[in-house]
């Protein structure tokens, strides 16, 4: 699984990307048929915005935004909301199969 972390509008901080990767490595866990994870971290006035894109086998694809003052929260809400749609899409899947 490969993950790509960009920071934009900000300073490149090493806590951040290794948040963002730690976060990516858990969601890994949880849903292992994830073949790749782009986080993208920009700031939009006095906002962050926290954005995915993943991508996994069996024709997943997954994207998730937040916005938020702080970057941390911002970060935690988007990897909330992508498990939520990974967790409908392998619900989904496991109906149509049964």
Known sequence: ???????????????????AQEKADKLREKFPSIEFIRVVLDKDGPNCVAALSIQGGQRTSVESTDKHTEVMTAI?????KAEAQLRKNSQRRQDIRS
């Open 1 to 19: 699984m490969s993950v790509e972390v960009t920071i934009r509008h900000m300073v490149l901080s090493e806590s951040l990307q290794l948040y």
């Open 76 to 80: 935690n809400a988007a990897f909330d």
